[in-house]
């Protein structure tokens, strides 16, 4: 993941900022991380820190669902040897 190569400090100011964001949401940061740097996904959560949560809900859920397709095509490849 982008996380094994970042240096502490951005892994420290990640860690701080997912804290803050659950503070504010009421849940944990969610990003569809395949091929982000932990840079980019700090940088895309200070991004989204000062959505509305009517908002931020929407663009979690809309994460999750990126997610949840990569997951579904893995499975399928393992099972079938073919994506959706």
Known sequence: SGADTA???VLEALALA??????RFGYIFLVCATGKSAEEMLA????RM???PELE???AVGEQAKIS??????LL????????
């Open 18 to 23: 997912n804290q803050d964001y659950e503070a």
């Open 50 to 52: 000062p959505n509305r």
């Open 44 to 47: 895309i959560l200070q991004t």
């Open 7 to 9: 240096s502490e400090e």
């Open 77 to 84: 490849v393992a099972l079938t040897g073919s994506k959706l």
């Open 57 to 59: 809900i929407l663009v």
């Open 69 to 74: 397709i990569l997951r579904v095509d893995k």
